[in-house]
């Protein structure tokens, strides 16, 4: 169950106060209260500032122009700004325009273009992106002392500082006064307020601001009764609504909250000493320093006197937007961790003899592959394990474990397409005795006969240097029966070098012989020397069978 906890008056607080705003900054943990009708009997321009984290009150000093006295203005969170729109001074509605930058305590009048609103107070805004939205309110002009009330939609862009009067489509709001207004993903919801007849409302409507389009909501549940001059905070998905009147002498102190995706009202019951009826009330969500709990702060009771209470209210609400931050900052970690681990494991693999621990080869390629993340091979043979990851050029890239390091080659395991492959791996930086040695390895096939052809690049000779590959390519497998379906595409390697992952046509009776003759033998004419692996280095792949 929800719980009220009414907080201890502390010294330099505002006071008395109606008709002021209150506003959560630097994620709740300070809340702004700027302006109202105080203990003077008089409008204020003053500001006191809410530190949650210490429960304390301070007035620190501004800077800059302060704007004059008022009540019944809007204040608008952007940022560490407040940005400060109409109201009344006591006599005459307001038109001009302030900003509060809240980490210097300094007070703007910015220049503003375009077509702003028509002076006027109780009117409602809220804040989409960086647009500043303001509807509604009521105004008169000094040569008639009827009030005009407005159903009107400006936007200010916060960036560029322009007015401009938008048009909207649907069925727009009726024009009304002492209304709410706040924004929901790219929605703004503007509940009940006083209409030109003085007749309360509880309807509910709601603006696309991409659109530009009015809804008029259907609603369910136990409805809200109709009011003006009531409070309503925002947080996730459910609007709370507080207080109001219906005339001076009916106010009230119960709450309701609203579900914004299926529409329907609830009277929410409280625990806890909970505020007094009352209107013209502030309030704000400290979200997310202190999740999940509401302040209200003031307003004015049936005897229109001005209130210096203040109330939390603990919803145990726990936002989606918590829910995916907590999610999305996991995920993050998680993946810097794995990017951090493959950066620190390098892209070249350091050349080393038979070992018990086989290295792992990681090789880039532009195209995709289905790599799983661990291959079981058969209980003779050790388990290959193969990662998949972005890195940070976009690029693919899979790993392959030595199984045999011999002079000028390598012999590879590794998973493609699903598939477990085997292969030779040959270096480009082969001696001459070496590379003569291979040319002379082509095997010949005869018509009509199964088998293959391998055909060594020459890495010495190539007619056109600039289609050159550098390297040599080879193909070997111990693979006893492979499938010609089984061939997969070429791939290109980072550094525009190109190696053919091909599966060829092995006759059994060839293919053990084709593989011995395809690996150098270190005996032969070789001194054993071992050269690095680079990305440049790389060897043709054949699937592996069980044996």
């Not at 792992?360 to 790599?371: A, G, N, V």
């Not at 388990?383 to 000028?408: D, L, S, W």
Request: aromatic share 8%.
């Amino acid at each position: 169950m929800m719980r009220w906890e009414k907080l201890e008056i502390q010294r330099g607080g505002p006071g008395k106060r109606w008709g002021h705003t209150c506003n959560a900054v630097r994620g709740g943990q300070l809340l702004y209260i700027v302006g109202g009708y105080g203990e003077d009997n008089a409008q204020t321009n003053k500001v006191h500032v809410y530190d949650t984290t210490t429960r304390t009150w301070s007035e620190p000093e501004m800077q800059g122009t302060l704007p004059v006295p008022r009540d019944s203005h809007s204040c608008t969170t952007v940022g560490d700004k407040l940005f400060v729109f109409g109201g009344t001074d006591g006599n005459i509605p307001l038109k001009d325009l302030h900003i509060l930058d809240t980490s210097t305590n300094t007070w703007m009048t910015p220049y503003v273009k375009g077509e702003g609103p028509e002076a006027r107070e109780g009117h409602s805004a809220a804040l989409i992106g960086k647009r500043l939205f303001i509807f509604g309110g009521c105004g008169k002009s000094f040569d008639t002392p009827v009030e005009e009330y407005f159903d009107d939609l400006y936007i200010l862009n916060t960036e560029t500082m322009l007015w401009k009067r938008v048009a909207t489509t649907g069925i727009p709001p009726a024009k009304r006064n002492s209304h709410t207004c706040v924004s929901w993903k790219n929605k703004i919801i503007v509940i009940g307020g006083e209409d030109t007849q003085n007749y309360y409302m509880s309807d509910v409507h709601m603006l696309d601001a991409d659109t530009l389009t009015w809804t008029k909501l259907v609603t369910n549940g136990e409805l809200l009764p109709p009011r003006a001059g009531h409070t309503t905070i925002a947080l996730g998905k459910n609007l709370f609504v507080f207080g109001g009147f219906t005339d001076a002498e009916d106010l009230y102190n119960d709450l309701y909250m609203f579900d914004l995706e299926t529409f329907t009202w609830t009277k929410v019951m409280t625990i806890g000493e909970g505020p007094s009826a009352r209107f013209s009330m502030a309030g704000s969500t400290l979200h997310p320093q202190h999740g999940g709990v509401l302040i209200f702060i003031g307003g004015c009771n049936k005897k229109l006197e001005a209130l210096d209470d203040m109330f939390y209210l603990f919803t145990g609400i726990v936002t989606e937007n918590e829910r995916d931050e907590r999610k999305l900052e996991k995920l993050s970690l998680r993946k810097q961790l794995r990017l951090k681990s493959q950066e620190q494991q390098g892209l070249t693999l350091t050349p080393v003899c038979d070992t018990d621990t086989p290295p792992m080869l990681t090789l880039e390629t532009d195209k995709p592959m289905t790599m799983p993340s661990h291959i079981q091979f058969p209980p003779n043979r050790q388990n290959v394990y193969v990662n998949e990851y972005h890195n940070p050029h976009g690029k693919r890239t899979f790993q392959a474990k030595v199984t045999k390091n011999i002079t000028n080659c390598y012999t590879i395991e590794t998973v493609i397409d699903g598939k477990p492959l085997r292969g030779v791996l040959f270096s480009n930086n082969i001696k001459k005795t070496a590379a003569d040695d291979l040319r002379r390895k082509r095997v010949a096939v005869e018509s009509g006969k199964k088998g293959f052809e391998h055909v060594m690049m020459d890495t010495t000779k190539s007619p056109d240097p600039e289609h050159h590959t550098p390297g040599a390519t080879s193909a070997a497998s111990d693979m006893k029966t492979p499938a010609a379906s089984n061939a997969s595409p070429p791939h290109e390697v980072s550094g525009g070098v190109k190696s053919s992952l091909e599966v060829n046509k092995l006759n059994p009776s060839t293919a053990a012989e084709d593989t011995a003759n395809s690996i150098p033998n270190p005996n032969h004419g070789h001194d054993g020397e071992s050269e690095a692996l680079t990305g440049e280095e790389h060897g043709v792949l054949a699937p592996t069978q069980q044996v």
